[in-house]
């Protein structure tokens, strides 16, 4: 016999007769129903007709119906394999199956349809796997689909990384950083299925090393130099007095010469340190190796704790820990807002009002909304009638504001609030460079890590101090 005969005898021909059963031919209408659904998908994806950005329409298109497809063309095989159980416990098994006839026109389009099928159903499993692999990496998929990543995912568009993918920052180089990627998301997912997660989600070392991520994009020892940094802050009087503090941080990097300098030239050696908690707030071990290998240990001389927990080489992200999830200071983020003239200063007593509101806690943005702008009504109404009766829209303008700030940075669901996520860069609002910079990490011969205000940057005006300074500047 030859193959070919073999296979139409042994193989085919019992296929096709025990395939004739209802959930067989339940499963062939569920693979071929949803194939049709995925093909047109997929066509009108490739005139560019189908980015929408719903997270639900990526799961249903590109987990759903790929599952159902794949769940019909294993539905199949089971009906066959019942019917067969079946047939054969009832002693009804055929001694010869029905008869395939090549020279019947009728079967032999019969077994094209079938052999093309499966062809068909090759491509599309192919397909829909790469697709639901792609969708797994989309900003949509790791940022909206699932409640718990709504803080990060809400920080995410407002960040000057929102044009970077979750991916670009969260997934280490090779199979392995992308293998270890999939099974913690996995775990977490079945976190989440089983309400079981942390509230709020911690960093937890979730981010691979910098040189895997961040610097496929920026150069670590770039020159960037000097930049000078204005910070505008607003008081709490009647008028909201504006001042505004300069500071020309040395940041440096690697100059023409080779040399490096600055706060990126020293910490681009080799710095390990040792923290108490999952955000490394509190850091009472550091140990720094100089370019001739010579390594310095600073030990925190105020210490109450033991010395002992996470051990850690520094890299950017240490400092940079919010680069693509900003979140603010209830002050911070008004004086933006107010600076840009989205919360307009000529109202009396903004400033002291806003601050005491986006403090106060709703259950959520839209409670807040209703909140703020009754009690922001009300304050005017009752003080400043007039004003409240010719600066409505500027009123309502500033509790929508408000509201928005609110949202952008509250959750209570998730137990996040103002100041749940640090921002290391700088030392005002957090522990920041302070948390090794601060006088009293010592080494054994009682060198300790700079700390005096001019080794980072230079104040050249604090709170308008210097305004024939920023007159020769041009800030008004
Ligand atoms: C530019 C790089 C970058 C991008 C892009 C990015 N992240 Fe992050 N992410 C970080 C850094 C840095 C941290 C803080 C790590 C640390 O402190 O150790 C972080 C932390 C987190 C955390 C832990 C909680 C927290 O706020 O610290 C979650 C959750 C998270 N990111 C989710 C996302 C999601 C979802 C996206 C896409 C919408 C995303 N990230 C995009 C860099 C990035
Ligand atoms: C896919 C490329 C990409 C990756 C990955 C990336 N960045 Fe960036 N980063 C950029 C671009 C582009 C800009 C300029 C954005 C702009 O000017 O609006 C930028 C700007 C910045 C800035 C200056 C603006 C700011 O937010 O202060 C810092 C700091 C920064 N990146 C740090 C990081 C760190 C730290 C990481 C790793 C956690 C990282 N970046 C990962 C592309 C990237
Ligand atoms: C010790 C803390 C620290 C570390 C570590 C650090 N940076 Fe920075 N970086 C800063 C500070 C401070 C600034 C200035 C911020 C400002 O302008 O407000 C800065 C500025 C930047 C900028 C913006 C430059 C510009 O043009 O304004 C980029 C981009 C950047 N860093 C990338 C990186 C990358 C990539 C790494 C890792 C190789 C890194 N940084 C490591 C502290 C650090
Ligand atoms: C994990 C600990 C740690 C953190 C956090 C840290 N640094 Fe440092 N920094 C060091 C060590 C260690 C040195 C090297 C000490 C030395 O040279 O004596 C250093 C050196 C420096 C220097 C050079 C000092 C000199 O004497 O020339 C500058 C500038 C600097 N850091 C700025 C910063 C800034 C800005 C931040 C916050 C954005 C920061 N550092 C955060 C550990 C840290
Ligand atoms: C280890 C480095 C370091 C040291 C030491 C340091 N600073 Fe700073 N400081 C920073 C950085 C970094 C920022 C910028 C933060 C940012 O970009 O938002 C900053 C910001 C500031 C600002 C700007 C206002 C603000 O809220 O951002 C003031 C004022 C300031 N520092 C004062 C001081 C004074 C006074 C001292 C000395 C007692 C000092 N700093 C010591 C790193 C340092």
């Known amino acids: 016999m030859s193959a070919f005969q073999y296979i139409r005898e042994q193989w085919l021909r019992p296929a096709l007769f025990f395939g004739n059963n209802l959930l067989s031919l339940l499963g062939g209408a569920i693979t071929s129903a949803s194939a049709f659904v995925l093909i047109g998908f997929w066509l009108i994806d490739a005139f560019g007709h189908g980015g929408s950005q719903n997270p639900y329409l990526g799961i249903i298109l590109d987990f759903f119906l790929p599952a159902l497809f794949l769940l019909g063309l294993i539905l199949i095989p089971i009906g066959m394999l019942l019917r067969r159980a079946r047939l054969r416990r009832a002693g009804q098994l055929p001694a010869a199956y029905p008869r395939i006839d090549f020279s019947d026109p009728v079967f032999r389009h019969g077994v094209d349809i079938v052999l093309i099928a499966t062809f068909c159903n090759f491509v599309i499993l192919g397909t829909a796997t790469y697709r639901g692999v792609a969708y797994m990496d989309t900003v949509s998929f790791c940022g909206a689909t699932c409640h718990v990543m709504a803080p990060e995912g809400t920080a995410y568009p407002v960040s000057t990384h929102s044009g970077v993918a979750c991916v670009d920052c969260h997934i280490g180089h090779g199979v392995g950083g992308y293998i270890s990627a999939k099974v913690n998301g996995t775990r977490q997912l079945l976190d989440v299925l089983r309400h079981h997660y942390p509230t ?79 955000s490394h707030q509190t850091i009472h071990y550091v140990a720094h190796t100089a370019a001739d290998g010579t390594v310095t240990e600073y030990t925190d001389t105020d210490r109450k704790s033991a010395m002992t927990g996470i051990r850690r080489t ?144 230079n104040v050249l005006t604090l709170d308008d101090s210097n305004r024939k300074q920023l007159a020769d500047l041009g800030i008004q």
């Open 200 to 278: 709020p989600i911690q960093p937890n070392d979730m981010l691979p090393p910098a040189s895997q991520t961040c610097l496929n994009c920026h150069r670590a020892d770039a020159w960037i130099g000097d930049r000078i940094r204005i910070q505008t802050t607003f008081a709490d009087d009647a008028t909201n007095t504006r001042s505004r503090t300069l500071i020309l941080l040395h940041v440096g990097g690697r100059n023409l010469d080779g040399q490096l300098s600055g706060i990126h030239g020293a910490h681009l050696g080799h710095i390990e340190y040792i923290s108490t908690d999952a």
């Open 314 to 457: 520094m890299d950017c992200t240490d400092c940079h820990n919010r680069v693509a999830h900003s979140f603010q200071t209830p002050a911070r983020a008004l004086d933006q807002s107010m600076l840009a003239g989205l919360i307009s200063p000529s109202l009396p007593y903004i400033h002291k009002q806003a601050l005491a509101l986006l403090q106060a806690s709703y259950p959520d943005q839209k409670q807040a909304l209703t909140a703020i702008q009754t009690s922001l009504d009300h304050y005017y109404q009752t003080n400043y009638p007039a004003i409240w009766q010719s600066s409505q829209l500027q009123i309502t303008q500033a509790a929508s504001r408000l509201a928005v700030l609110w949202g952008q940075n509250v959750f209570p669901f998730m137990k996040v609030t103002w100041g749940t996520h640090p921002n290391n860069l700088g030392h005002n609002d957090y522990p920041g460079c302070t948390r090794c910079h601060d006088g009293s990490h010592n080494s054994a011969s009682g060198k300790s890590i700079a700390s005096d205000c001019a080794t980072c940057h």
